[in-house]
Antibody, heavy 123, light 107 residues
Framework: EVQLVESGGGLLQPGGSLRLSCAAS????????MSWVRQAPGKGLEWVSV????????YYADSVKGRFTISRDDSKNTLFLQMNSLRVEDTAMYYC????????????????WGQGTLVTVSS | ENVLTQSPATLSLSPGERATLSCRTS??????LAWYQQRPGQAPRLLIY???IRATGIPARFSGSGSGTDFTLTISSLEPEDFAVYYC?????????FGQGTKVEIK
């Protein structure tokens, strides 16, 4: 059974940093592209970032480019999102999602999702 | 950025009725469109990908159609657990984007 468990969320002030983790199990982690998708309270979904199976390709939404960094550790079956220079508008539930594909070129389908970790940025 | 517009915003129906949800994209996405269901307090769940392919474990009452810029999600006969918010999403070009959602509520 595919399982994705996010952690690392919390309450912090604007300008702060946070690292989210997503522990994966039940599949061969290194075969699949992985993503972070967020949802502000009461709002819709926003695809934040994706990393290819090899880790060689990464993409970011313009809203987080230059502030967030996605990475993966295949030896630990874990996906990360380093979030710097956080803003109030980054407040959201952050979901980890496993794709159907390995290459970013053929990815973009959130086949499996974790339950999310809440990030709140407030002064 | 490819803007996805879903209609209607809210659909009020009774169990057993047919639901038809629409998604229109501002640029053609070929068939690279997915549908997700999100129940309150839960993560999204993939229903349909590549416009018409049901994801693993998704009941046959869910079906998708369309190509280019106009897409439809149909739920043939609503079950109580189908009352939720539905999102469409394109993966034709980055950034991958979602529609704003259609809420299917009990009438």
């Amino acid at each position: 059974e595919v399982q994705l468990v996010e952690s690392g969320g919390g309450l912090l002030q604007p300008g702060g940093s946070l690292r989210l983790s997503c522990a994966a199990s039940g599949f061969t982690f290194s075969n699949f592209a992985m993503s972070w998708v967020r949802q502000a309270p009461g709002k819709g979904l926003e695809w934040v970032s994706v990393i290819s199976a090899s880790g060689g390709s990464t993409y970011y939404a313009d809203s987080v480019k230059g502030r967030f960094t996605i990475s993966r550790d295949d030896s630990k079956n874990t996906l990360f999102l380093q979030m710097n220079s956080l803003r109030v508008e980054d407040t959201a539930m952050y979901y980890c999602a496993r794709d159907r594909a390995g290459l970013v070129a053929t990815a973009g389908v959130g086949a499996y999702w974790g339950q999310g970790t809440l990030v709140t940025v407030s002064s | 950025e490819n803007v996805l517009t879903q209609s209607p915003a809210t659909l009020s129906l009774s169990p057993g009725e047919r639901a038809t949800l629409s998604c229109r994209t501002s640029q053609s996405v070929s068939s690279y469109l997915a549908w997700y269901q999100q129940r309150p307090g839960q993560a999204p769940r993939l229903l349909i990908y590549d416009a018409s392919i049901r994801a693993t474990g998704i009941p046959a009452r869910f079906s998708g159609s369309g190509s280019g810029t106009d897409f439809t999600l149909t739920i043939s006969s609503l079950e109580p657990e189908d009352f939720a918010v539905y999102y469409c999403q394109q993966r034709s070009n980055w950034p991958w984007t979602f529609g704003q959602g259609t809420k299917v509520e009990i009438k």
